[in-house]
């Protein structure tokens, strides 16, 4: 690979999170230096195919290291593309890693190095403590678009509860995603420019139940992306492969399911690991990809305040480590426990990754954002738990 430069800037223009965020959905690797007139040293973070692995600021490294850097808020960067020979030290997915950055600053727990000012240039692309997440996209491929629709603040875009099969991606503004409970509105998360409105899976087998609602705040303009270009793209793809996109959809729901169950306390965490025994333990290293044949199986993450379900897999499903998606799960941040009639089949995941290299830069994104709103769905249905304690 070429190590030369590809993306310099001033942290003025992109601050860490927002440089993180470009860099995943573009699946970089190489090194991003980071230097500050207020620090005689650069710190560094490496990335693998848009994921950190390791940083370095002085005598700080690993997830102390990245975490510190985000209080840089006036200096330079440059990327520098290359293959990355150091050792992963850091396995929280990308998403989490941002958004929990931007909290730390927001807290007043890491050190801003910079002009002393009274505001935070640190606001996105994801929200910050007391707020609910936001996830952006990268630059639209604006050759998908067949037409633009506009909104107002309030405007409902999609009605939970209702039918359709069309994807929408955010050219400008900013949507609220809610679900509707006995008790009222409870929202998940918030999406800007360049993400995705719609179900990846509706494309492969027709149209779904829209599981959400999803508002304008402030004026929003969405562009109605191509389905049948799409569909037609998804047409050529393994049967595996679209059984992957069917089972990372169906998680996606089952984890907003989740939030919202957790929130207005319908459920008892513990008993939906309860007599099965652990699989996968939570931040194992297990480089394999497993089908469910039969049986089933839940996803759950271990926190301060105990294991806090997110999936329950059934037939049909997949997981294990998925090298082109980073969904903040399992291996490294989720637990796999399974029933005793648990039977499992290995997926060549070579060939999985070698179809998604082969996707169209708007689809791979549409995929990408599926994953990283799972990540982010996860973190908030564990915000939920920990208020809760």
Same mark, same amino acid.
């Given at each position: 690979?070429?190590?030369?430069?590809?993306?310099?800037?001033?942290?003025?223009?992109?601050?860490?999170?927002?440089?993180?965020?470009?860099?995943?959905?573009?699946?970089?690797?190489?090194?991003?230096?980071?230097?500050?007139?207020?620090?005689?040293?650069?710190?560094?973070?490496?990335?693998?195919?848009?994921?950190?692995?390791?940083?370095?600021?002085?005598?700080?490294?690993?997830?102390?290291?990245?975490?510190?850097?985000?209080?840089?808020?006036?200096?330079?960067?440059?990327?520098?593309?290359?293959?990355?020979?150091?050792?992963?030290?850091?396995?929280?997915?990308?998403?989490?890693?941002?958004?929990?950055?931007?909290?730390?600053?927001?807290?007043?727990?890491?050190?801003?190095?910079?002009?002393?000012?009274?505001?935070?240039?640190?606001?996105?692309?994801?929200?910050?403590?007391?707020?609910?997440?936001?996830?952006?996209?990268?630059?639209?491929?604006?050759?998908?678009?067949?037409?633009?629709?506009?909104?107002?603040?309030?405007?409902?875009?999609?009605?939970? !509860?209702?039918?359709?099969?069309?994807?929408?991606? $955010?050219?400008? =503004?900013? &949507?609220? #995603?809610?679900? @509707? +409970?006995?008790? /009222?509105?409870?929202?998940?998360?918030?999406?800007?420019?360049?993400?995705?409105?719609?179900?990846?899976?509706?494309?492969?087998?027709?149209?779904?139940?829209?599981?959400?609602?999803?508002?304008?705040?402030?004026?929003?303009?969405?562009?109605?992306?191509?389905?049948?270009?799409?569909?037609?793209?998804?047409?050529?793809?393994?049967?595996?492969?679209?059984?992957?996109?069917?089972?990372?959809?169906?998680?996606?729901?089952?984890?907003?399911?989740?939030?919202?169950?957790?929130?207005?306390?319908?459920?008892?965490?513990?008993?939906?690991?309860?007599?099965?025994?652990?699989?996968?333990?939570? !931040?194992?290293?297990?480089?394999?990809?497993?089908? $469910?044949?039969? =049986?089933? &199986?839940? #996803?759950?993450? @271990? +926190?301060?305040? /105990?294991?806090?379900?997110?999936?329950?897999?059934?037939?049909?499903?997949?997981?294990?480590?998925?090298?082109?998606?980073?969904?903040?799960?399992?291996?490294?941040?989720?637990?796999?426990?399974?029933?005793?009639?648990?039977?499992?089949?290995?997926?060549?995941?070579?060939?999985?990754?070698?179809?998604?290299?082969?996707?169209?830069?708007?689809?791979?994104?549409?995929?990408?954002?599926?994953?990283?709103?799972?990540?982010?769905?996860?973190?908030?249905?564990?915000?939920?738990?920990?208020?809760?304690?």
């Amino acid at each position: 690979m070429n190590n030369s430069v590809s993306l310099s800037g001033s942290l003025d223009f992109l601050n860490l999170g927002e440089l993180l965020n470009l860099l995943g959905t573009n699946g970089s690797s190489g090194m991003l230096r980071v230097k500050s007139s207020y620090k005689a040293e650069a710190g560094l973070v490496y990335l693998d195919k848009g994921n950190p692995i390791n940083a370095t600021n002085g005598s700080l490294s690993g997830m102390d290291a990245i975490f510190s850097l985000f209080g840089w808020t006036d200096g330079e960067f440059e990327f520098v593309q290359e293959d990355p020979s150091c050792e992963k030290t850091i396995n929280k997915s990308r998403m989490e890693i941002i958004l929990d950055g931007l909290r730390l600053l927001d807290e007043g727990k890491i050190e801003k190095l910079g002009p002393k000012t009274g505001a935070s240039t640190q606001d996105e692309p994801a929200a910050i403590s007391g707020q609910v997440p936001l996830i952006k996209g990268p630059l639209v491929d604006y050759s998908y678009v067949v037409d633009e629709e506009g909104f107002y603040d309030g405007d409902e875009i999609v009605q939970e !509860g209702n039918h359709g099969d069309w994807i929408w991606v $955010i050219l400008e =503004g900013m &949507a609220e #995603i809610s679900k @509707q +409970t006995a008790s /009222g509105s409870i929202e998940i998360l918030r999406i800007g420019d360049g993400a995705f409105l719609g179900s990846v899976a509706a494309l492969i087998s027709g149209g779904r139940v829209r599981t959400a609602t999803v508002k304008a705040v402030g004026n929003v303009q969405l562009g109605m992306l191509d389905s049948q270009l799409l569909a037609n793209e998804l047409a050529n793809v393994s049967a595996d492969f679209k059984s992957l996109l069917n089972s990372v959809d169906s998680r996606l729901k089952q984890v907003v399911e989740m939030a919202v169950k957790t929130k207005e306390n319908q459920h008892n965490p513990e008993s939906y690991i309860e007599g099965k025994k652990q699989l996968i333990k939570q !931040g194992q290293e297990e480089e394999r990809l497993f089908i $469910i044949k039969n =049986g089933d &199986a839940v #996803i759950a993450r @271990q +926190t301060d305040n /105990g294991y806090v379900p997110l999936a329950q897999l059934k037939k049909g499903d997949f997981f294990g480590r998925i090298p082109f998606l980073d969904m903040g799960h399992e291996p490294y941040s989720a637990a796999v426990f399974s029933a005793d009639n648990l039977k499992l089949a290995a997926v060549d995941v070579k060939k999985l990754e070698s179809e998604h290299q082969g996707l169209s830069s708007t689809l791979k994104n549409i995929v990408g954002h599926m994953a990283t709103s799972v990540s982010v769905s996860t973190m908030v249905t564990c915000n939920f738990q920990k208020q809760k304690a």
